[in-house]
């Protein structure tokens, strides 16, 4: 059975960090791209990063400069390291996947995980 598992998430203070990690299960990470999206309440679910199965990666506007993608297929595991955290950061993040290329488009993307809340406040 397809499963995705975010974790990571937690309470954070302006400027500072988390990484959530995406752990995937039932199937092999190699061949598959992984993106990450995140939904604040009252809003559209938004596109935050990609990344191919080859380790190509794409970024929001928002985040670019300030996030980071990445892949540990040993691992089955994407990462998604957040710095320099603003309070419009502030979602529940999720990530899913699709073959081979990332993009931007949720619907595009076939299996979900369940989300992790992050919330920057001070």
């Known amino acids: 059975q397809l499963q995705l598992v975010e974790s990571g998430g937690g309470l954070v203070q302006p400027g500072g960090s988390l990484r959530l990690s995406c752990v995937l299960s039932?199937?092999?990470?190699?061949?598959?791209?992984i993106g990450w999206f995140r939904q604040a309440p009252g809003k559209e679910r938004e596109f935050v990063a990609a990344?191919?199965?080859?380790?190509?990666?794409t970024y929001a506007d928002s985040v670019k400069g300030r996030f980071t993608i990445s892949r540990d297929n040993a691992k089955n595991t994407v990462y998604l390291q957040m710095n320099s955290l603003k309070p419009e950061d502030t979602a529940v993040y999720y990530c899913?996947?699709?073959?081979?290329?990332?993009?931007?488009?949720?619907?595009?993307?076939?299996?979900w995980g369940q989300g992790t809340q992050v919330t920057v406040s001070s």
């Open positions: 899913a996947v699709r073959p081979r290329s990332g993009s931007s488009l949720s619907g595009d993307y076939g299996y």
């Open positions: 039932g199937f092999t990470l190699d061949h598959y791209a």
């Open positions: 990344i191919s199965s080859a380790g190509g990666t």
